[in-house]
């Protein structure tokens, strides 16, 4: 539970959190939204991810970051975020990202 809310402490990782509410991001696409290093970005990831509130795939060259979506830490940032001034409108830029890429995905299959 300290490792939750350690995580849940900073700013920069709540926005990572509503980066990836609703779509996977890789470590680049996500330290580019920041005005920081990319070390610094990652060392962000990691501690999210010990506490359990990402999880990470690597795929080729690329790690790929989504949220654990079924823990109450989560479903309680989400809630916050939803009426943050600062993390509602990057949890709308996560679900339009998926709403394309969904959208997209099904255009590709049924062609």
Do not use: W
């Amino acid at each position: 539970m300290q490792l939750i809310f350690e995580a849940l402490a900073s700013p920069v990782r709540r926005k990572i959190l509503a980066y990836v509410a609703h779509h996977e991001m890789n470590a680049g696409d996500i330290a580019a939204r920041f005005e920081m290093s990319k070390p610094s970005i990652s060392q962000h990831l990691q501690l999210l991810e010990h506490a359990g509130l990402v999880s990470s795939e690597k795929r080729g060259k690329y790690v790929y970051y989504r949220q654990v979506s079924d823990t109450l830490a989560n479903s309680l940032t989400g809630f916050v975020q939803d009426i943050c001034p600062i993390g509602a409108p990057l949890r709308r830029e996560s679900a339009e990202i998926a709403r394309k890429a969904k959208d997209k995905d099904t255009i590709e299959t049924s062609a």
